[in-house]
């Protein structure tokens, strides 16, 4: 079982930035990517972005390009969002979710997810 505990969420003014944190523990032996998704109130689970747990490569959603960066400590005890120049359209609950599939994208493909973490873009 791998547990994923999101923190980091809040409220900002639009163009403000905001640090998400995933705390990552447990059997993380069959784990090949570690992933942020977002889901807006109503809508369904959205990708945002994707690390290779032991790759270290990185691919994102393309709405994040210059303004989101995901990244995790050396221990590989915490993924991060770091999300700069946010927008009002980013306002959404955001999880952390880890997946046996290095390439993943679809929230399907993910079998263990945090709890999420709130986001709140005001103009």
């Known amino acids: 079982q791998v547990n994923l505990v999101e923190s980091g969420g809040g409220s900002v003014q639009a163009g403000g930035s905001l640090e998400l944190s995933c705390a990552v523990s447990?059997?993380?032996?069959?784990?090949?990517?570690v992933a942020w998704f977002r889901q807006i109130s109503g809508g369904q689970r959205e990708y945002v972005a994707r690390?290779?747990?032991?790759?270290?490569?990185?691919d994102y959603a393309w709405f994040t390009e210059g303004r989101f960066t995901i990244s995790r400590d050396n221990a590989k005890t915490t993924v991060h969002l770091q999300m700069n120049s946010l927008k009002v359209e980013d306002t959404a609950v955001y999880y952390c979710?880890?997946?046996?599939?290095?390439?993943?994208?679809?929230?399907?493909?993910?079998?263990?997810w945090g709890q999420g973490t709130q986001v709140t873009v005001s103009s």
């Open positions: 447990g059997r993380t032996s069959n784990t090949y990517a």
């Open positions: 690390l290779g747990w032991n790759s270290d490569n990185t």
């Open positions: 979710a880890a997946s046996n599939l290095a390439g993943a994208r679809g929230a399907d493909l993910y079998n263990n």
